[in-house]
């Protein structure tokens, strides 16, 4: 079961330019810095007000990667497939909108 949603999850692929997948990348490389920072401080019984500023910080990060990578898919995917008559299109964005925004 595991295996088909992965397979329908990334049926579809997005060809990227070499400047947007470099710029994703490095946002999800400081996330995940990020993220080991917060895993250090917490083995080192850092106190929680600490602690949960750089969960804030991740959080904020976590959003702008959403933000930079919507904003490209709407640029580009979406315009595409809207200019081709899909307008399957538009109710997929309005999907992912709801999500995002939950």
Do not use: P, W
């Amino acid at each position: 079961m595991e295996e088909m949603q992965k397979q329908a999850c990334c049926a579809r692929k997005k060809e990227r330019t070499q400047e947007e997948y470099k710029d994703l990348i490095n946002r999800l490389n400081r996330m995940e810095g990020q993220i080991r920072g917060i895993r250090g401080m917490l083995e080192n019984e850092v106190y929680c007000t600490d602690i949960l500023t750089q969960v804030a910080a991740v959080n904020s990060a976590l959003n702008s990667f959403s933000r930079v990578l919507l904003e490209n898919h709407i640029r580009t995917c979406v315009t595409r497939d809207i200019k081709e008559g899909k307008e399957e299109s538009v109710e997929e964005l309005l999907a992912i909108l709801k999500k995002l925004m939950k």
